[in-house]
């Protein structure tokens, strides 16, 4: 059985999305943020305490695009992972990295920032500077997006999961309505698909 550590809204959301479009059996074992770095089960998974950690087997992955391309590369073939003969193949695995480099990755200091800075530093400069640059660089997600439903063509792709999250880590820290129209529109059409409500599912109720 695949154990997903950690559960929506945090990236843990990529690996069940991935799950659940591959149709792949799993299990979600949410963790406890206050309380993660002593959670040795988590911790064999993601060294580091950030969520996602997976574990199959006996093998423990950490880094939520690294763990879409195992998925793909071990349970595949699947449509959602072209092969490196497809022309779709290199617009798939740029934008399935630059949808945590360029774009999550520089959100964790905003979001640190909102979260646990003193009061008078919530709005600082790196942390507005780092929603300045996924604005800028989102033009980027944008192109491809104007001619065609998904990044790298016609075809929804792992690329879609990662990017996918990027735009919704922008509208959880409500700066979307800055970002193209394109992109308000590719955030609707990802989350009519049925993997993707059935991820959200999986996010524990509130108490
Ligand atoms: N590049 C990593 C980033 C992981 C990450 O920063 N996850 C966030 C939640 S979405 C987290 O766990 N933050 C708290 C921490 O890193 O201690 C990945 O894609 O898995």
Redesign the pocket.
């Known amino acids: 059985m695949i154990t997903v550590y950690g559960t929506p809204p945090?990236?843990s959301m990529r690996v069940i999305w991935m799950l659940e479009e591959m149709g792949l059996p799993y299990e979600v074992k949410p963790v406890a943020f206050e309380t993660?770095l002593q959670n040795r089960e988590f911790l064999e998974a993601s060294p580091?305490?950030?969520?996602?950690g997976l574990r199959d087997g006996d093998i423990r992955l950490?880094?939520?695009?690294a763990i879409l391309e195992y998925l793909g590369a071990k349970y595949g073939p699947t449509p959602i992972v072209p092969k490196p003969t497809n022309p779709e193949y290199p617009a798939h695995i740029s934008y399935l990295h630059f949808g945590?480099a360029s774009l999550?990755?520089p959100l964790?200091v905003t979001i640190a920032t909102r979260f646990f800075a003193p009061d008078d530093q919530k709005q600082n400069w790196g942390a507005q500077h780092a929603i300045e640059m996924f604005i800028r660089k989102s033009a980027a997600l944008a192109a491809p997006l104007r001619k065609s439903p998904y990044v790298a063509g016609n075809t929804f792709t792992a690329a879609d999961i990662s990017c996918g999250f990027a735009v919704d880590l922008a509208r959880f820290l409500g700066f979307d309505d800055r970002l193209d129209a394109t992109l308000k529109d590719y955030a609707a059409r990802l989350a009519q698909r049925p993997a993707y409500q059935k991820m959200l599912a999986t996010r524990p109720a509130p108490h």
Not at 48 to 52: A, D, I
Not at 62 to 65: F, K
């Open positions: 945090t990236r993660r580091t305490g950030s969520y996602p950490m880094e939520s695009c945590e999550s990755a964790n």
